[in-house]
């Protein structure tokens, strides 16, 4: 009886889909700000803004969690926690305004 061993080398690259889906994002967002010109009805601008507010919170978050994950040395320490602030001031915005009942 002869042991064999199998090895498999998976390796993902993520690159290309988080690119696409920066540039959908970013889609998203730029058509959500011109389908708020064309005069919609004020609570259909009301839930676009609204959704453009999540998306750069979101946005914002990410930022925050990508520059901690990688942060080293006084600079990129620096960073990070101006983003996290950045990220944190953005969230409570969004929050208070929701709390506003808008």
Known sequence: MSEET????LELN???ALSSIRQLEG???RS???IRRLGLPEDMNQAIYEMQRMIMT???LHTAIILLESASGPIGWLRAGVATGTALVG???TIEYEMRGH
């Open 58 to 60: 979101i946005r914002l």
């Open 6 to 9: 199998v090895t498999f080398n």
């Open 91 to 93: 969230l409570g915005s």
């Open 14 to 16: 993520t690159e290309q």
């Open 32 to 34: 959500l700000a011109l």
């Open 27 to 29: 889609l998203l967002y």
